[in-house]
């Protein structure tokens, strides 16, 4: 079997899927039987997709019948993303305000991670280990409680806060006013530093990162001093929950605190590192770890879904001029998690040399001024219905009606030193823009015609 990815509306479900009791004939038929007597469950599935996006360790199955490309596992997966994308395909109209509420201002995946089969007889068999219990340990053995509850106690931001304490206790161990601060964190304001912490852009100001039980950190102690003293006097006193409560509160404090933040300019070249080690339970930082003999290995880094790994992925443009090609062809070499700065200005390059390309070559005048009218020219004239499911998440961003993601986002991609793009932003970006580029790119291959 051969994986890929594939757009979510070139999918098609399974009309004899053995959830259903009968075989369906149409698309909307199969969704109203999948959601049943209990819909609140692609609902739940619908949200944590929007939330943490369709899961990456269990891919759906393909295989192609009658120039069809059905799913033949993960059509609960299925059945919400196309819902969320389309919320009057649901039965009822309760149900379609409910899928439309899920999916307004959310990033809707319009592509997903699949595993092609030759045939049914190829992929019987891992469908029947994935739904047919432990199988004597083939198929999937569950977690007990106690499984379950160390796993947790790993993840959770009040764990990795935790963690964080024990570091900076660590590292600032003749600090007796800082460990003190940090001690009443830890006994009774541990969920606010777990909100901080779990911030990523809190987590790239301060220089902080995990690598599961390791504490990573971009400066050097005495750099990161000042500001992690005031961070603990404030979680300890004055600074509650509901003044860092949002994502903009929260950017409030970092600048009410930018006199004690480190400078860039001070960042290490290589990052010290924390961790719990010895038989001891004595804490170990290190600048390289090699001396840290009796720390346990570190567990191995998450990876990320195999597809959309680079920019772009995907996109060919075939009728565009050579040097615009060769600007794709070389953005998509980018790979999204090793350079997403590089990553975060190409795609606004790109997307703004292919719309600029089309509206010259076409001969158009009119919304020309700006990207955001550049982009909603090609928007208008590849889907004047606005009715294109892999189009939609490029006329919110782009259309909508402050343009907060194409003014805001990618302008200062390029403009803004302040700017810090994370690689899952410009991944959805890619994703979004993608479709536009080879709706353009069609546009000049009418021309031709």
Known sequence: MKQTSMYVSSLSLDETNPRLAKKTTTLEESLAALLGDSPEKILKLARDICQHGVNPTELAIVVLEDDRNVVVEG????????????????????????????????????????????????????????????????????????????????????????????????????????????????????????????????????????DGDVVLSSYGKEKLKPVLAKLFQDLAGPVSVDQIKSKEQRQDYLQQVEDELPRLADRLDEPEKFSKAGEDGGPVLTTDGSEADSTPPKPPRRRRPD???????????????????????????????????????????????????????????????????????????????????????????????????????????VHSWQSAPLSSEVRKLSLAYGPVLMKADELLAKKGR
């Open 75 to 210: 059509n609960r997966r299925l059945a919400a993303l196309k819902l969320l994308a389309k919320p009057s395909l649901a039965p009822t109209e309760k149900l379609q305000r409910q899928f439309a509420a899920i999916a307004k201002n959310n990033e809707i995946p319009r592509r997903v991670a699949v595993v092609i089969a030759e045939s049914r007889m190829q992929a019987e068999h891992w469908i029947r280990i994935r739904h047919t219990g432990e199988n004597g340990g083939v198929g999937i053995v569950r977690w007990g409680p106690g499984e379950a509850s160390r796993f947790s106690g790993r993840s959770t931001p009040t764990e990795k806060a935790r963690l964080f304490i024990d570091a900076a206790s660590s590292w600032f161990s003749e600090d007796a006013e800082l460990v003190k601060n940090a001690t009443t964190v830890r006994d009774g304001r541990i969920t606010n530093l777990g909100r901080m912490i779990a911030d990523p852009t809190v987590r790239n100001r301060l220089g902080i990162s995990f």
């Open 307 to 413: 597809f959309e790994k680079k920019l772009f992925q995907g996109v060919t443009l075939r009728h565009v001029s050579l040097r615009t090609a060769e600007v794709l062809g070389e953005a998509q070499r980018i790979k999204l998690d090793e350079m997403p700065n590089v990553a975060a200005v190409m795609v606004r390059a790109v997307v703004d040399i292919v719309v600029t390309e089309v509206a010259q070559q076409l001969g158009w005048r009119r919304n020309q001024d700006t990207l955001k009218g550049r982009i909603g020219a090609v928007l208008s004239q590849v889907d004047p219905a606005k009715d294109n499911p892999d189009l939609s998440n490029a006329w919110r961003f782009s259309q909508q009606d402050d343009g907060a993601l194409v003014l805001k986002t990618l302008h200062s991609f």
